[in-house]
Structures are given as C-alpha cells and as structure tokens.
C-alpha cells in the first residue's frame, strides 16, 4: 500500500531520513532503517574533512528549529567506508549527499563516493559558493546550480537529485534549470531563513554562529508550496522535505507531488521511530479514505 518508486529504486514506504539528521556513520543510518525509514540520506559529505560551528549550534522555537551546525564533514575517506558498512548491513536504499564549495569540486566528489555504490546521490547545493561575489549559494543562481548538475552528471552513472533552497525568488526557474542539465530528481527543500534566535535576559543571539536555517513546522508551509510549484514545472520525481512530523503533513506533500518525503527535524519531535509512526498514520488515512496506493495521492491537489 504505501511503497514508492524514486528512479527505479524500490522503497518499502514513502518515508526518508533527511540529510545532516543521524550524521554519516552507518549504525546510526541502519538505527533509523530499522524504525521504519523506507530510505536513509547521509550527512552531506565534501572531499575534505570539514569541522563545524561552535556550540551551541541548534535553537528550538515554538515553530521549530534553527541549526548552524555549519557543514561539518567527516570527509570523503570516512563517508565512503561509511556508506559501504551500510550497504552491506542493509537492504534499504541509501542517498549519499554531497557537498562541495566549488562547482569542480562537486564532480570529484560524486566521482568518489559512487565508489560506495549509494542507491542515490543527493547534491547540496544550498551552500556558499567561494567562487561567487559574497559567496552567493549555488543554489541560487539558475546557471549555477545547472552547471553544478552537469558536472556531477558526467562524473558519475548513479541516479542524481539535486536539493534546492527555498531562499529563492523563483524555484520554478531553478528546477527547471537543474532538469534541463540531467538531474534525475529533485529534493525541496534545504532550511529557510536564515533565522535568529535572542536571549533577552543577555541581549545575545542564542547561537554561536548568530543565525542559521530554520526547520520544522514554520518550514512546512513553505515547503509545500515549494513542491507544489516544482511539480507543475517539471517531470522528475521529487522528494519533499520540511517540517513533517505526521502522517497528515506527509499526505499534504504527496498531494502537493512529491513522490516521497524527507523527515529531518521531526525525529527530534516524535523519536526515532517517527517513520513507523508517519508510515500508521498515512495507512490510516488511506483506508479511511479510500486510497488503495499511493499513486492516487501523488500531485492529487494538482487535479482541483
Ligand atoms: C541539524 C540539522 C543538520 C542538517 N544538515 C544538513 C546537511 O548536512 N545537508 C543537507 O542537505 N541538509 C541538511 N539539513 C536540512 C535537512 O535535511 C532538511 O532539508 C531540513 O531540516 C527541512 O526538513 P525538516 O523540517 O524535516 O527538518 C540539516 C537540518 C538540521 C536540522
């Protein structure tokens, strides 16, 4: 009833675990495959090893989280063996991200981590990139993030998704543009904002990093309309992410045309086995109302 199809690969269910949520180590991976997650998506990875902001690095807030963990990366080295281990203690279809600060950088990265064989490759391109004046995203510039899907194309024969930010004026510009240059799917969204958190006993941004990306419920709204826009744009699948945390938000973005959904901050609101919970929570609402698969679900708020 809820299984799924991203690019040929099999999912028991629609759910995934989203990027930078459990890290890269496989235990903790396999950890969320076993409470239900119907695929898993590394941290984002980058050739070289990579430390973090300082703490703290994560804020809630009554309509979220803010994170500025800062793109740390255990490095390449590390995230390929990572990715082999879970391979070979799991069936479920793992994602690689990959993230890079110059565009070359990106093909060299997916050239090596399709070493370890990830059923997918999820390109981070919500991030600065240092060849660009004020260190303007990849993502957030058409040209750039085609030419980021380009080269990561040539570099590699594993299904590729693109993950695009919502900090856009145009998101249909950018789907469209990272389609035309091959992506095989696209991911949305990466975090919102950036946002800011203040102590106003210490009159001090809560983060060390001051600001950083929002996630979780506030997110959701935007999220979905992010989806929403993207389907009427474009064919290939999409995974969207932000802000679900139950079956009824994992229903509203199918209907919105996502083919299946990232869930990041909502393993921190409902535990680890929050897949198993969404997955009860969709069958639920599928038998009550009638849905025998999930096909009828996927891009339904198009039809009204
Ligand atoms: C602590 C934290 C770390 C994250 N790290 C990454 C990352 O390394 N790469 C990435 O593409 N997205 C990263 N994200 C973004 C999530 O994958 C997801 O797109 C976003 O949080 C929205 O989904 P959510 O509302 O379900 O959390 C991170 C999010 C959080 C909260």
Redesign the pocket.
């Known amino acids: 009833m809820l299984s799924t199809k991203l690019c040929g690969i099999k999912l028991d269910n629609p759910t995934i675990l ?4 459990l890290g890269v180590t496989a235990s903790s991976l396999i950890n969320a495959a076993n409470n239900g997650a119907g695929a898993v ?1 590394t ?2 990875i980058s050739l070289e090893e990579r430390k973090g902001h300082s703490n703290p ?2 804020v809630t807030f009554e309509g ?2 803010i ?1 500025a ?1 800062g ?1 740390s990366s255990p490095g390449i080295e590390n995230g390929i063996e990572e990715v082999k281990e879970f391979k070979k203690r799991s069936k479920t279809p793992i994602i690689a ?1 990959i ?1 890079a600060s110059k565009t070359a950088e990106f093909g060299e990265a997916a050239k090596r981590i399709s070493e370890a064989k990830p059923d997918l490759i ?1 390109v ?1 391109i ?1 991030c600065p990139n240092v060849e660009a004046e004020f260190g303007k995203l990849f993502a957030a510039d058409a040209k750039v993030a085609a030419s980021v899907t380009e080269i990561v194309k040539n570099s590699t024969k594993i299904p590729v998704f693109v ?1 695009l930010s919502p900090n856009v004026s145009n998101i249909k510009e950018i789907a469209k543009a990272v389609e035309a240059a091959g992506a095989d799917g696209i ?1 949305a ?3 919102a904002g950036p946002g800011m958190v203040i102590d106003i006993k210490t009159a001090k941004p809560i983060l060390h990093n001051k600001m950083g ?1 929002i ?3 506030a ?2 709204p935007i ?1 979905v309309r992010c989806v929403y826009d993207i389907y009427e744009t474009v064919k290939i699948p999409i995974i969207g ?5 139950n079956g009824r938000d994992a229903v509203e973005m199918l209907m919105a045309g996502a083919t299946a959904v ?5 393993v ?1 609101y409902r535990g680890i086995d929050v897949f198993k919970k969404v997955c009860s929570e969709i069958e639920e609402f599928m038998k009550k109302e009638g849905y025998k698969n999930l096909k009828e679900i996927i891009g339904k708020a198009h039809e009204n």
């Open positions: 989203a990027s930078g949520i998506t941290k984002s690095v994560i979220g989280m994170n963990v793109l991200s993230f999820e981070n919500s993950k991911t969204v990466n975090t990306g996630s979780g419920a997110l959701r999220a992410t932000g802000g679900i945390t990232g869930i990041g901050s909502g921190y």
